[in-house]
């Protein structure tokens, strides 16, 4: 049988970045029982990381360390025009003299990295998509229609696509949207594409329960229903929607409190809150370390989660999800989140709202947690027993293990 070939995983973020500190290296390491791996990532110079950055680094080199991981730093530049051709020459590196057989880049930079090498060597690629990066930046205005700029990047898009041996998507949404979009037939193939749902590593929810008593007490919402939130304030996760429906609902019911952990300030958030008018003693504002997420969580009873109808948001998987499911808390989400939608309806862990229509997502809502259903634990029980079920992260370890498997007999 041969030899499982070395895994090269690209990160155009620093190791200590939330993305990599828990949505990358725990894999890699879980993984790199099996097979050697090698991560490379952009890092700040020593100079300019705050002393407990710099020890979450040096921390994070440790562990990989540990487990027999090589790391190559690469240095930030600050012009993609500068790190792309940079990381292209180090995965060449990686490739020609250390073995590296199979690259996994995060995301369409890294890829665009790994591109010229796998045109030139028979190195394999899996890209990881994560998202639809070209139309983030047309939903944010960056990208125009019509123009030659997107005709361009748009064709970088299908080069990478097509250059792929393995394309990771995060729904069964987004795969359908690339096997039906009509620049991308002859480009995308049925069984070339993978789709894998960010999924949680349940294990960092252990003990969460005992903290996330004593901060409710300190809160002193002890006898609350508490609504979390965790998240950017990007206009496309809907906060603006989200505290107004909070705030109708705390008018009728003076018992519900919502708890905000934003990244990466506060200050966004709070201002949205003193725009709708949701009164200081509604909610509570925190920005925490990524480690802090499942304390947060596990304090509150349901899970806020709506986001704007634009086809980045159709396609995803949000990583809250899996979060707020692994704590028990119910998901008041709205319609067309990736594959959440069926979810929601079909095992009852919560309700779907319209954004769009606040007073009657406040009348549901409220009526959701006045049910006996809610009230009595059972919505709670089926959370925690679906995340365990589908949306654990060992499932997520066999399928990238799958993967690579497959990528050595080829």
């Not at 057989?101 to 995301?107: A, D, F, K, T, Y």
């Not at 952990?261 to 506060?266: D, F, K, L, Q, W």
Request: proline share 5%.
């Amino acid at each position: 049988m041969r030899k499982p070939g070395r895994v090269l995983y690209l990160f155009h973020k620093s190791l200590t970045e939330p993305i990599p500190r828990l949505h990358g290296i725990d894999q890699v390491l879980a993984l790199a029982e099996k097979r050697p791996f090698t991560v490379a990532s952009f890092e700040p110079s020593r100079r300019s990381r705050t002393k407990s950055d710099l020890e979450a680094y040096n921390g994070m080199r440790a562990r990989l360390a540990a487990k027999g991981v090589r790391h190559v730093a690469l240095p930030v530049i600050g012009s993609r025009w500068l790190e792309i051709p940079l990381g292209a020459l180090a995965v060449l590196a990686q490739v020609l003299f250390h073995g590296v057989r199979i690259v996994h880049s995060r995301s369409y930079i890294p890829t665009v990295m790994v591109l010229p090498v796998v045109m030139m060597t028979r190195a394999r690629l899996v890209f990881d998509m994560r998202g639809l990066f070209v139309d983030e930046y047309i939903f944010e205005g960056a990208l125009k229609h019509g123009t030659r700029k997107l005709a361009f990047v748009r064709w970088l898009e299908r080069t990478l696509i097509h250059a792929s041996d393995i394309v990771v998507v995060v729904s069964e949404r987004f795969r359908d949207h690339l096997l039906s979009r009509p620049d991308l037939v002859g480009v995308t193939h049925d069984e070339r594409i993978t789709v894998i749902p960010n999924r949680v590593d349940r294990e960092r929810f252990t003990g969460a329960q005992k903290p996330a008593r004593a901060l409710r007490e300190r809160l002193g919402w002890e006898h609350n229903t508490v609504i979390v939130y965790v998240g950017s304030t990007a206009p496309w996760h809907r906060l603006r929607a989200g505290m107004s429906i909070v705030r109708r609902i705390a008018d009728q019911n003076t018992g519900i409190r919502l708890l905000v952990a934003a990244y990466p300030s506060t200050l966004p958030a709070e201002e949205l809150a003193g725009e709708i008018g949701l009164s200081p003693e509604h909610v509570h504002f925190v920005t925490a370390p990524v480690e802090d997420v499942p304390v947060l969580l596990s304090a509150g009873d349901a899970g806020l989660m709506l986001e704007a109808d634009d086809i980045n948001r159709t396609v995803c998987a949000p990583i809250k999800f899996a979060e707020y499911l692994a704590a028990g808390l119910a998901v008041i989400g709205s319609a067309g989140i990736g594959d959440t939608e069926q979810w929601i309806r079909e095992e009852r862990i919560g309700i779907i709202v319209d954004p769009d229509n606040e007073d009657d997502a406040a009348r549901r809502v409220g009526a959701f947690f006045e049910s006996d259903d809610f009230r009595s634990g059972a919505v709670r029980k089926r959370c925690t027993a679906y995340a365990g079920a589908e949306l654990d992260m060992h499932a997520t370890l066999k399928q990238y293990d799958d993967i690579y498997r497959g990528l050595d007999r080829a």
